[in-house]
């Protein structure tokens, strides 16, 4: 069954320092990756995807991600913290079909200090 | 171009009462999904309509229904509505070769 990991609750960070936020996943075939954000009382807003191609993701508000397939990863990185990054973050996989339902993980709370 | 919309914004019921909640896709887009976002329980997918068909549903039960109109716009229905089916409902939107579901602002559910 496919499935991703976020193995953090909450990532703590200065403004104007890097920021990777984990997530880790599962599935049978090739993954379809998301990573959304969620401002508070706010819908989810689309950041960036993986679904073929380089591992290197580059997506909104100048975030990033690495698609490592060894480590069956997909972290959200950014390279410098802004405190309007402050949000929950999700990452989710597509089901087994590629218009298949999302699999959403646990989310991770975002906190950027000034 | 709209983003999905959804309404109302926030709905108050009592248990035992029923709940219709509405989502217009990105025009263009054909798929609606749904999905719940409970405290605690994090995003669980509910259902999924696509050219006017339920192609897939969650672990929810019967009560949990909708459809879609041929203009893609999409309903969700909670009849006998209990305590726990109080979250932010949302729903999102797919068309075309994106392979991206676009989401809407939700609406928040609240049974007392």
């Known amino acids: 069954a496919q499935s991703v990991a976020q193995p953090e609750d909450q990532v703590n960070v200065a403004e104007g320092n890097p920021l990777t936020v984990k997530c880790t996943y599962s599935v049978s075939g090739n993954p379809y990756l998301f990573w959304y954000v969620q401002y508070p009382n706010r819908g989810l807003q689309f950041l960036l995807k993986?679904?073929?191609?380089?591992?290197l993701v580059k997506g909104s508000y100048g975030f990033e991600a690495e698609f490592n397939k060894s480590q069956t990863s997909f972290h959200l990185k950014k390279p410098s913290a802004l405190v309007s990054d402050s949000a929950l973050y999700f990452c989710?996989?597509?089901?087994?079909?590629?218009?298949?339902?999302?699999?959403f993980g646990t989310g991770t709370r975002l906190q950027v200090f000034p | 171009e709209a983003g999905v919309t959804q309404s109302p914004t926030h709905l108050i019921k009592t248990r035992g009462q029923q709940a219709t909640l509405r989502c217009s896709p990105i025009?263009?887009?054909?798929?609606v999904y749904w999905y719940q976002q409970a405290l605690g329980l994090g995003l669980q997918f509910l259902l999924w309509?696509?050219?006017?068909?339920?192609?897939n549903r969650g672990n929810f039960p019967p009560r949990f229904s909708g459809r879609q109109f041929p203009n893609y716009s999409s309903e969700l229905n909670v009849n006998a509505l209990e305590l726990e089916d109080s979250a932010l409902y949302l729903c999102a939107g797919e068309g075309g070769p994106t392979d991206t579901q676009y989401f809407g602002p939700g609406t928040r559910l609240t049974v007392l």
């Open positions: 025009s263009g887009h054909t798929s």
């Open positions: 309509y696509d050219e006017g068909e339920e192609r």
């Open positions: 989710a996989v597509r089901g087994i079909y590629n218009t298949d339902k999302l699999i």
């Open positions: 993986y679904i073929t191609g380089d591992n």
